[in-house]
């Protein structure tokens, strides 16, 4: 356990570095961008290793993964993001457990998150998920909606109870007019965000930005960055 802490240890001291120097680079402060470590495929002992470490976001997207994780590891201090498509069938097992869900992209997946998270007793931060390879249906390959939508789903959020619009979020696309331009993907979800916060002011969370292209996504402007295998590793595959 020891090497494994020592491992993960070096992995997030030198993540840690990039994030500093895109901080510095685009004059920004180090505090204004956070840190979620992506924790999918990976034990509960890597939790908990990187709640010593400091860690105090991490995010899951399978629950069939991450609610015995969780409940392994209720007594950290952690904020858990849940990032993955979510079906209905599994808000209220993801309710139970998540702090924030990323991956918010359609009315009916707010009105049964809505009812869940009254049912708990809690409240569910939401980032409506943008698909910046929208197709004529309206989603994107890896889920999310149109930037046409953000406008409806995010009133919808905003006034639905048990939830709070928190902000947006995207993946850097793999195909469309984004493709391989990371940053541009990732300036636009900015712009997206303004527009947002002219009619929800509180919702200032831009989640983008992953292990390859963190750094693209702090330059332009991103609050959160969601960073797996470079402070975990690559775990090899089962089977």
């Known amino acids: 356990m020891t090497d494994r802490r020592d491992q993960i240890a070096a992995n997030l001291a030198r993540v840690e570095d990039r994030i500093a120097a895109a901080c510095a680079a685009a004059a920004r402060k180090r505090e204004e961008v956070t840190l979620i470590v992506v924790t999918k495929t990976y034990p509960a002992s890597d939790v908990r290793i990187l709640s ?29 993001h849940f990032v993955g498509q979510l079906q209905t069938n ?35 931060g939401c980032l ?12 994107g390959a890896r889920g999310g909606v149109a930037p046409a939508g953000i406008e409806e789903l995010g009133d919808l959020v905003a006034d639905a109870e048990g939830l709070r619009l928190d902000g947006l979020m995207t993946v850097a696309p793999l195909t469309g007019e984004y493709a391989g331009r990371q ?35 702090v330059a332009a402007g991103a609050t959160h960055v969601r960073v797996g295998t470079a402070v975990l590793g690559v775990r090899p595959r089962l089977g």
């Open 52 to 80: 010593e470490l400091g860690v105090r976001h991490v995010a899951e997207n399978r629950d069939q993964d991450a609610a015995p994780k969780a409940a392994a590891c209720e007594d950290l201090p952690l904020t858990w």
């Open 90 to 124: 599994k808000v209220r097992s993801v309710v139970g457990y998540a702090d924030l869900v990323q991956s918010v992209d359609r009315s009916r997946l707010v009105t049964s998150l809505s009812r869940e998270a009254v049912r708990a007793g809690r409240e569910i």
């Open 128 to 139: 409506i998920q943008v698909a910046l390879d929208a197709d004529a249906s309206g989603r």
């Open 183 to 217: 940053q541009a993907a990732f300036e636009r979800l900015m712009d997206l965000s303004t527009d947002l916060r002219r009619a929800h002011p509180a919702a200032t969370m831009v989640s983008a930005g992953m292990s390859a292209d963190l750094d693209q996504a």
